[in-house]
């Protein structure tokens, strides 16, 4: 037989034989890599709810376990985490295709309570700042009275706080009655003594 004839069924033999080799599974491999795409939220955010790092013996629950903590964030449209062997790090590959939302509402709001105007505005954002936090703002001023609250939402932490300054006269009428409206002239000619003959005035 020739000897070209030969080299050319020993390639082919060992082509054969090597299409047929399997694939290592990836429980029995080591995570070599960790890619994130897709998204435009800080990838520390997402890194830090992964319970798998480099180094760590791949298993399908840490990757269950890690899904159920980004989806708890509350920021992503959808998400894959994708597993595959990767012969040149002879390991593990893992990729997470991770695609997050925003938004920002402000909310204001004028109207009249008990013949008092008021005005307040609501601020509520989402991951604007690409942290995957949460703001809330409340501001409220009601003739020469006003609160003011804001809320930070982080994954495992939640910050809230609030100023208040009200400055009133309340009064106390003959029958027992209470008004804390303020009677300054601006909305109205109304006076104290319209609703009744004043026992007590004080400020509050």
């Known amino acids: 037989m020739p000897k070209r004839l030969l080299t050319t069924i020993f390639i082919f033999l060992s082509w054969v034989s090597g299409a047929g080799a399997e694939t290592p599974a990836l429980t029995d491999g080591i995570i070599r890599k960790i890619e994130i795409e897709g998204n435009r939220v800080q990838e520390r955010v997402i890194r830090r709810e992964l319970t798998f790092n480099v180094g760590d013996r791949f298993t399908e629950e840490a990757v269950k376990n ?21 012969t040149v790090l002879d390991g593990v590959k893992i990729t997470i295709k991770a695609r997050d939302g925003w938004y920002l509402l402000p909310w204001p709001v004028i109207g009249s309570r008990g013949g008092n105007l008021f005005s307040a505005l609501m601020i509520t954002e989402k991951n604007f700042f690409k942290q995957g936090e949460g703001i809330n703002f409340w501001g409220f001023y009601d003739q020469e009275n006003w609160s003011v609250l804001s809320g930070l939402y982080l994954p495992r932490v939640y910050l809230i706080g609030g100023v208040m300054e009200t400055d009133r006269t309340e009064y106390l009428y003959a029958d027992g009655a209470y008004n804390t409206k303020k009677f300054d002239q601006r909305w109205g000619q109304e006076k104290a003594e319209d609703f009744g003959e004043i026992a007590e005035a004080y400020g509050k």
């Open 66 to 86: 890690s899904k159920e903590n980004l989806y708890k964030l509350g920021l992503f449209k959808s998400l894959e985490i994708e597993p595959v062997w990767d």
